[in-house]
Structures are given as structure tokens and as C-alpha cells.
């Protein structure tokens, strides 16, 4: 428990649908939700759409409140002295809204008012956090003139204005371009580094895979899944890899032989001018297998190599996207 700064027990939460005052159905978006969030971990939260991902972080950072279990942060109920245990969480939404005609100390000074702070300290945070995401120079130009990159970085200074313990973000990189993204991430490598703890949530598979070191997927409002992303990939790695084949000579009776054999999927068949390539899902004890028989049925072998297994390979398998072997 003492590495914990987020913990979610049991959280429930219903959506009732009414008509004429009347409650004619109930949607359950959180089903007994439960997991940690330990000190120092880039956490990555996933699940497919409508899968509860929205309402979880809505409840975490109080936007919305529980039907039923708990959210504690350093094991504090969130509702309990609700102001000191929200005040530990920084949050950044997937839309920003921003008052255009202000610029970005203006910016930062009007929603340090929501966190009690001195002047001082505004000062000195504004100035820190201006500095660190690149808007030192452009501190005195209108909002409304900044691009949406620009703008996300100043809605990550605000979130950081009161020093949280944990960073919420939702979608952080959508909108933005390749350059926007790289710059995006390398500013949270060095928040994770001095320490601050990141909850974040995202469709965007590969990303997640680059910056977080756990991941939590949720399918159907509970949770199917936490561990971390090595683990994770480990244990999809005994179970089936993807090996990539550049061969000669490849034709419709060794697709045939293949596909015969149990254990073994072919996921893509292209040509490559004189040579065929061939993507295969198979168990990795099934490799000696397929090469024997390629080469017996006087198939050229060019080149063999397994895939390394993707997040989003894990992501589909869990959440029911393709078949499982």
C-alpha cells in the first residue's frame, strides 16, 4: 500500500436513461471497477469505445461521482477533505478550452485562483512551467493566436500549476502532428523522471506502447487486464508470435499445407516482384515445423523473421477484436 497513489475498489457507476420523469433503462458504465496506480508508473488506460475509459478518469478527477466502491488516493477516500486529496491530482482533458484573448501568464494566473495559491508561488510556477514546455517566448501573446499544440501545452502548465503527485491526461496527443507528439512525450519522460506519477488515457496503441511502463485495459466497464507492458508482452510471446517469411516459389498447395496445420494463422499473403512475403501467427515451436515444410515442398526460403508483439496485438486479443487461438 505504500507505493499506491491511486487506488480504485469496486467502483460502480450506472447512467439511467429517463422518459417523462420515468427510468426506462439503465446503462452500467462501470462494473466493480478495480486497480492500482503505483508511485512513479506511466500508466497507460485503454479499452475500445464505450468501454468506460471517459467515465473512470470523470470520476477520478471528480467530475462525477460514484454510485458505488471507492477512489483513494495515498489511500485517502477522494470525498473525504475532497479539496487537499483533488488538489494531488492534475488533469488534462481531451478538449481544452482556453480564454483566447488572454495570454499565457494572464492564462495561468486566473486558474491558479482555483488552488489557493500565493502570488509568489504563481509567479515562480508560471515561470518554471513557461520555461519547460517551450512557451517562454510566446508568454505574452493572445491564446487565440496559438496553435493547438501551443495550446496543449499551456493546458499542461495549468495542470502542473499546483505541483500534483499524479498527472491525468485524456487523448493528449490528439490533434496534434508527428513533431507535436515527439515534443509531448519527451516533456512527460522528464515529469515521470522527477517523479511525478501519470494516469494516461489513449486510443492511440503505439503511443502508449512508447511512454508508458504499465498498462490497464477495460472492456464492458471492468478491468481485463493490468500488468506491466514487458509482462504483458511476455506472456503473449508464449503463447503465439507473428513471423515474417520473403520466399520463391510459394503457391497455392503449400498455402493449403499450412493452413492444414493446427496452431498456425496466415494473416497476410502479398507479392514483392520476384519473391512472395508471408505473414504468419503460429506458436514459436511450430517454426521448425513450417521451414521443413516449405523447403521439402521446394519453396526458397530468403528470409525469416519473428515479430516483435505489439500492444495493439494484445489490445485486440483482450477486448475480442480477432479470434483467439
Same mark, same amino acid.
Given at each position: 500500500?505504500?507505493?499506491?497513489?491511486?487506488?480504485?475498489?469496486?467502483?460502480?457507476?450506472?447512467?439511467? /436513461?429517463?422518459?417523462? +420523469?420515468? !427510468?426506462?433503462?439503465?446503462?452500467?458504465?462501470?462494473?466493480?471497477?478495480?486497480?492500482?496506480?503505483?508511485?512513479?508508473? /506511466? @500508466?497507460?488506460?485503454?479499452?475500445?469505445?464505450?468501454?468506460?475509459?471517459?467515465?473512470?478518469?470523470?470520476? *477520478?478527477?471528480?467530475?462525477? =461521482? #460514484?454510485?458505488? +466502491?471507492?477512489? &483513494?488516493?495515498?489511500?485517502?477516500?477522494?470525498?473525504?477533505? #475532497?479539496?487537499?486529496?483533488?488538489? =494531488?491530482? $492534475? @488533469?488534462?482533458?481531451?478538449?481544452?478550452?482556453?480564454?483566447?484573448?488572454?495570454?499565457?501568464?494572464?492564462?495561468?494566473?486566473?486558474?491558479?485562483?482555483?488552488?489557493?495559491?500565493?502570488?509568489?508561488?504563481?509567479?515562480?510556477?508560471?515561470?518554471?512551467?513557461?520555461?519547460?514546455?517551450?512557451?517562454?517566448?510566446?508568454?505574452?501573446?493572445?491564446?487565440?493566436?496559438?496553435?493547438?499544440?501551443?495550446?496543449?501545452?499551456?493546458?499542461?502548465?495549468?495542470? &502542473?500549476?499546483?505541483?500534483?503527485?499524479?498527472?491525468?491526461?485524456?487523448?493528449?496527443? #490528439?490533434?496534434?502532428?508527428?513533431? +507535436?507528439?515527439?515534443? %509531448?512525450?519527451?516533456?512527460?519522460?522528464?515529469?515521470?523522471?522527477?517523479?511525478?506519477?501519470?494516469?494516461?488515457?489513449?486510443?492511440?496503441?503505439?503511443?502508449?506502447?512508447?511512454?508508458?511502463?504499465?498498462?490497464?485495459? *477495460?472492456?464492458?466497464?471492468?478491468?481485463?487486464?493490468?500488468?506491466?507492458?514487458?509482462?504483458?508482452?511476455? =506472456?503473449?510471446?508464449?503463447?503465439?508470435?507473428?513471423?515474417?517469411?520473403?520466399?520463391?516459389?510459394?503457391?497455392?498447395?503449400?498455402?493449403?499445407?499450412?493452413?492444414? =496445420?493446427?496452431?498456425?494463422?496466415?494473416?497476410?499473403?502479398?507479392?514483392?516482384?520476384?519473391?512472395?512475403?508471408?505473414?504468419?501467427? &503460429?506458436?514459436?515451436?511450430?517454426?521448425?515445423? !513450417?521451414?521443413?515444410? %516449405? !523447403?521439402?515442398?521446394? !519453396?526458397?526460403?530468403?528470409?525469416?523473421?519473428?515479430?516483435?508483439? #505489439?500492444?495493439?496485438?494484445?489490445?485486440?486479443?483482450?477486448? $475480442?477484436?480477432?479470434?483467439?487461438?
Amino acid at each position: 500500500m505504500a507505493n499506491t497513489l491511486l487506488e480504485l475498489d469496486g467502483v460502480q457507476k450506472d447512467y439511467r /436513461i429517463r422518459s417523462f +420523469g420515468r !427510468v426506462i433503462r439503465t446503462t452500467k458504465a462501470l462494473d466493480k471497477l478495480s486497480f492500482k496506480v503505483e508511485k512513479g508508473q /506511466i @500508466f497507460g488506460f485503454l479499452g475500445p469505445n464505450g468501454a468506460g475509459k471517459t467515465t473512470t478518469i470523470k470520476c *477520478i478527477t471528480g467530475i462525477l =461521482k #460514484s454510485d458505488a +466502491g471507492s477512489i &483513494l488516493i495515498e489511500g485517502e477516500d477522494i470525498e473525504n477533505n #475532497s479539496f487537499e486529496n483533488k488538489n =494531488k491530482i $492534475g @488533469f488534462l482533458p481531451e478538449q481544452i478550452g482556453l480564454y483566447g484573448n488572454l495570454n499565457c501568464v494572464e492564462t495561468l494566473s486566473f486558474y491558479a485562483g482555483f488552488y489557493d495559491l500565493t502570488t509568489e508561488t504563481i509567479e515562480k510556477r508560471s515561470s518554471e512551467l513557461l520555461k519547460l514546455l517551450g512557451l517562454e517566448k510566446d508568454s505574452k501573446r493572445p491564446v487565440g493566436e496559438f496553435s493547438l499544440g501551443m495550446k496543449k501545452r499551456l493546458a499542461l502548465a495549468i495542470a &502542473l500549476l499546483h505541483e500534483p503527485q499524479i498527472l491525468v491526461l485524456d487523448e493528449p496527443t #490528439s490533434g496534434l502532428d508527428p513533431r +507535436g507528439v515527439k515534443a %509531448l512525450r519527451s516533456v512527460l519522460r522528464d515529469l515521470n523522471k522527477k517523479g511525478l506519477t501519470i494516469l494516461l488515457s489513449s486510443h492511440v496503441l503505439s503511443e502508449v506502447q512508447e511512454i508508458c511502463t504499465h498498462v490497464g485495459i *477495460i472492456n464492458n466497464g471492468k478491468l481485463i487486464r493490468q500488468e506491466s507492458i514487458q509482462d504483458i508482452r511476455e =506472456k503473449v510471446r508464449k503463447t503465439a508470435i507473428k513471423l515474417s517469411l520473403r520466399v520463391k516459389n510459394f503457391n497455392k498447395n503449400n498455402e493449403e499445407e499450412l493452413n492444414k =496445420k493446427k496452431g498456425i494463422n496466415i494473416l497476410e499473403m502479398k507479392e514483392l516482384g520476384k519473391h512472395q512475403h508471408i505473414l504468419l501467427k &503460429l506458436k514459436e515451436n511450430l517454426i521448425p515445423w !513450417v521451414t521443413n515444410n %516449405l !523447403v521439402s515442398n521446394n !519453396v526458397q526460403i530468403f528470409s525469416i523473421e519473428p515479430q516483435d508483439t #505489439s500492444l495493439e496485438d494484445v489490445f485486440m486479443t483482450e477486448t $475480442g477484436g480477432e479470434d483467439r487461438d
